[in-house]
Structures are given as C-alpha cells and as structure tokens.
C-alpha cells in the first residue's frame, strides 16, 4: 500500500488544533466524544471513507451517545505519529495499517501484510479463530492500546512498468518503487529501491527517473494516472496479498466504556472488514475494466521463475523480520504454523474452484 | 449445504408452543423481545452458535434493550416453515439461507449460491455494492420480509466418494446424494441423484444404497464421520461455490424498530460475513489436517475433463432457473454481468497470487 511517504507530503503542511475537549452539556448527557486520527487524507477513497462511515455507524447505534470525529492525516496529529497519538491519550482512537508501527516492533508486519503471506480470509481466519489476535493484543498492551482488525485491501497488484520484464536479469539495477518488505525483496534481486512522496511517483516515472512503482491495485491505482506513463500492468502483488487495517484503542479509554458501547465499536468495526473489502473487491473489478477496455493497459503476469525467486527472497526476508525479538518470535511461529494449514484449506477451496471455474469462463 | 431433509428428518418431532408474547414489564421499560427462528438443530456448530452469538452481541449493543431468544429448527416452526413465519409475523426474525425458498421465487437462489457462481468473497461485493441486495430486497418486499446478508462458508467439497471417478462415463448410474441445483447439473451427466435426511446418509452409504454424498466441507463433514465408509473426497465443490446465508425481518417489525435498533441489528448481522466466514475457513484448515492426517482420507480433484462438464451443464441448469420469470431474468443478467466483472479481477489478484503462492509453498 504504501502510503508512508506519500502522507507525509501531503500532511506536511498543516497540522491544525483540533477541539480536543468535551463540551458541559455533552457530558452532562452522557455523551462521549472520541477523536480518531488516521494515516490517509481525509475522505481518501475507501480507506478514509470506510473511517467516516465506522464513525457514523458508532453514532447511530450508540443513539449518539458515541460521537466519533474523524481527522484525516495531519488534521490533529501528522499521519504517522497517530498510534503514538492514542496510545500518550491525545486522540483516543485511530484507523490505519499495523506495518506502519514496525519500527517498535517488527511483529507488527504480521498483523497487517508480509510478501507471500495469507491472503484476507485467511488473515481473517488467523485473526480472529486463531492466534493472531491474541497476540496481537499482548504486544499493542505494552503501548497501552487496544487493536481490532478492521478491512483489508485484498491481493495488492504487482505494480506498473514502463517496460516489459523478460527475466530475472530485468530486476537488476531496476530503479522501483516499493517501500516496505516487499521493497527489500526486490532489493535482493538486484533492484535500486526507492522510496517517492506518492505526489511524485507520476512525474518520476514520466522522467524516466524511475522505471515502475507499485501502489494498491486498479481501484485506488486508475485515479493515479499511472496507466498515462507506464503501459505494463504486473499481477500478482507477491508483496502485499492482503493488507488488512486496524482500528486502535487508548486502553484507558476502553476500560471505561460500558460494555454496551465496547460492543459497539468492536462489532462495527468487524463490519467493516466485511464492507470496506467488499468495496475494494467490486471497485477494482469496474477500475480493472476501464484500465484494460479504455486506456489500453497491457496486463502482464510475472513469469514462475519471477515468482519462485521472489518467494525465495521473500522467505528469508521474513524470517529476518521473524527472528529479530523472542516475542516477534512467536508471532512469526505463529504465522508460520497456520499459513501452511490454511493455505492446504485454500488450495482444494478458493483456489481449487477459481481455477476450476477458469477452464471454461474467460474472463 | 443441503440439510434441507435432514433438518426436517430432526424436526419432525416436536414442534414445542414457544412463548410468544412479550411480558408487561419488559415493555415498560421499553424492551424489545424477538424470536428468531433458524433453518438449523439449536447450537448446530457453525449455523446454529453463529445464531446464539448474533443474538447475544445484539443484546449487549442495545444495552439489553433488544433481547432475542433463538429457536433452533422446529422448536417454534418447522425449519422450513420460517419464512412464512417471519412473514406472517409468527417470529420477528430468521436465521436461514436464502435457496430454501426458491419454490416461491426461483430468484431466490441467486442470494445463496449457484453452481459455478461467485466465491464468498465476490458475492459480497456483489450484494454490498452491486445491484445484489437492492434486488433481493425488492423480491422479500412481497413477502413483508427485510432481508440481510449474513455469513458465507465458503467453497464446499466436492464431496465422498466410494470408489475414484476416472472418466465422465463414471458417473452415468453413479447413485448420488446431492440436492439443489448441483443435483440437477450431475443427473444431466446421467447420475441418478438421490435427497436423503442428514441421519441417513451414513448408513445408505455404508450399505452401498447410494454410491456417495457432498455435505458442507471438512469443518462440518468430519463430524459426520463418512470417511469412515467413503475414503475418496473430492475437490472443488463447482455446486455451491460460496453459499451465504441471510436474516430476515417481520418489515412490520422492522419499520417499528428505531433508527439505534436498526442500525445494531444491521451491523451485527454484517459482522458475521467476516466472523462466522472466518470460523469456516479456520475450522476447515483443522479437519482437513485430522481427515488427512489421522483418518487416511485420500483427496482427489475432479478432472479438467469433468470439471467443464460440470461447467456445461450448471450453465444450462442456472439460465434456466433464470429464465423461469422476468424478475428472476434481471437478477440473472445482474449475476451474469457482475460474474464476468468479478472473475477478472479475482484472475489477477485471489486466483493469480494463490497459483503464485503455491509455486512454492507446497502444502
């Protein structure tokens, strides 16, 4: 996804006062008022969207008891500093991606997306019936947060090329965008991996000052207009295959919700795992269409020698990330276990009947 | 699924007279109760918890306001009776699959799954942001009923097999257990199809009196133990491809609620598309290791062979049940059009990096 230096570019500017204080007469309802930062712009579509319509749905079943107000990145607190934000008190809620907090500890990768990691149902079923939560709860309880799992993005694309990529050999001295894990896999294969402000990805790429980027996928990927400039479209995104979000509680602050409105906040938020993916799902389907059948992109799939070399790389990436600390330790174990049991679930199921399904309908 | 005999097998007991009247206290104090009757034995693992739970997190978000007292299959209605009950405002609410009433609308068919239709994941996003709940909505208006979309399974098995299915020609005479549509796509491949209740199914296939039998998939069919009798279970199951559930609402009851109680019931009910969803798929990874590992199962796939044979004849058998009538014709188109839509982006983003994936990483 990626969206780290792009945010911070487009918060750079200002980060406004926001009303931080709970009006007399609120109170004196019993009305609650929580501020939720987030990690993208304000009403950015889909991810900043799905956070006003979670703050809207709160309300409403609260009988507006609960008034959430959603700031995009940069409007109380930069984009990046929103899960110190909550966790130090200054906003009590916020709506993001778990990777962003790596640099307290890598195990956060695990709870958000790793190359050639579980794809959304499968985190889902991690989540939420296996140990991932769990886990995920004793790590964030050190910072004095609660974490929920919110949508994910599903399989991210594999990016835009200018040109086509014939071979391995094609990787190297390659100039790509890509932060993140996925970055440094393409950096073992030779690739010089850059990181762009996403106001910059375009006109880097019209210049020629790098040869690709990736981004999301069609849905966030066609209002980019990266299609104008790079003409060769990669699947599938090896690095990203599901990037699921969160939603992040001051513990504090939870511990003093009644349990009718813990309720409510955890199970609008599952909803939304269900709602956001949908739209990701159905958005990138009708984006895809008009890539292809109006501006002509040119699909192209990554040969297997490409994707058995980026899963090698991608392996001892990971487990790099996985054996820094014995508590990452035990997540990467974790995530290690139940990918092996839910990809052998997945290959007779989703993937068995997908192909199946493709030997006669073409698409 | 297809409990539909096995279900009414179990009911066909006791229809117990359920208190139907709501106390003067509770009203008073403005509580609500409601009966939800379901399709499913009480506490029936999967369907019948995913009920209890919907209705405990129902209760706890309306801080008690909203109690809802679940009735498993034939303790208030027979299981195939809810629909009209909820109808006729016998029960406020159900807890079902939407194929169970195609002998009122063969449209109905469309909510839950067809052969060769939509993955969990595409029917979501066909029913949440394509036309999918819009129609159905306008079908259960003229039936006083709100319907919501409640969890998937997933893709199912195949199914058991006694003996390996080596060529087409094995299935002409082959004695088969399989309801529904995908019944009606292998008598078109010559098998005699047969419908049993759930409790005969073991011992019919034990004696040889039907040759096999599909069920759910390994969460649900090891509890059944017929691995015990039929070792050769197959994959994909093409016949019920995601098979999602519903919750309907008395619209009576329903435009009575408040907006709050709207809303919680709303969200709860979506909450469960991820969380009883992710259950399945959990829970099926753990059986398929115990059926593998531990009872010598042996998996086959269907070959390419059968599987666009299959595709063949559910394509004629759906245009045909979506042909029957003009409304059920526009769900049709809409299924149609957003399948074609739908399956292009699964190509490259589930399907393209679950192939990717499996390059390598062998189960």
Tied chains: 1, 2.
Excluded at 165 to 192: H, I, Q, Y
Excluded at 203 to 220: H, K
Excluded at 319 to 345: C, H, M
Aim: proline share 4%; net charge positive.
């Amino acid at each position: 996804m990626k969206r780290r230096k792009f945010l911070k570019g487009a918060a750079a500017g200002g980060v406004a006062a926001a009303a931080a204080t709970v009006s007399a007469p609120a109170i004196s309802q019993g009305i609650k008022q929580l501020k939720m930062v987030t990690t993208w712009p304000a009403k950015f579509p889909g991810l900043g969207t799905g956070a006003e319509r979670l703050a809207q749905r709160i309300g409403t079943m609260s009988g507006g008891k609960l008034q959430i107000k959603v700031y995009g990145g940069g409007e109380l607190v930069p984009p990046f500093q929103s899960f110190d934000a909550v966790s130090q008190g200054k906003a009590e809620m916020s709506h993001s991606v778990s990777y962003y907090w790596q640099g307290k500890s890598p195990a956060f990768n695990f709870f958000a997306a790793v190359p050639y990691g579980f794809t959304a149902d499968e985190h889902y079923a991690w989540m939420l019936w296996g140990d991932g939560t769990k886990l995920w709860t004793e790590l964030c309880d050190q910072f004095g947060v609660v974490p929920f799992m919110r949508a994910s993005t599903g399989v991210q694309m594999g990016g835009w090329y200018r040109k086509e990529m014939t071979s391995l050999d094609d990787f190297k001295g390659l100039k790509f965008r890509m932060p993140g894990l996925g970055g440094e896999v393409l950096r073992k294969l030779g690739a010089t991996v850059v990181n762009l402000p996403g106001g910059e990805i375009f006109p880097a790429l019209q210049a020629g000052t790098i040869d690709g980027t990736e981004w999301v996928g069609p849905f966030n990927d066609l209002a980019f207009g990266f299609y104008k400039v790079a003409k060769f479209y990669y699947w599938p995104g090896f690095h990203e295959p599901n990037t699921t979000g969160e939603v992040l509680v001051n513990k504090k602050v939870w511990n003093g919700l009644s349990k009718e409105h813990q309720e409510i906040i955890r199970v609008a938020v599952q909803a939304e795992s269900t709602l956001e993916f949908a739209e990701f799902n159905y958005k990138s389907a009708d984006a895809l269409d008009v890539l292809l059948n109006k501006h002509g992109v040119q699909l192209r799939n990554f040969s297997d020698d490409m994707l058995r070399a980026f899963y090698k790389a991608s392996e001892e990436v990971v487990a790099e990330v996985g054996n820094k600390d014995p508590f990452t330790k035990k997540v990467y174990e974790s995530f290690i276990s139940a990918r092996k049991k839910l990809a052998g679930w997945s290959a007779l199921g989703e993937q068995g009947y997908l192909n199946a399904r493709s030997l006669s309908l073409k698409p």
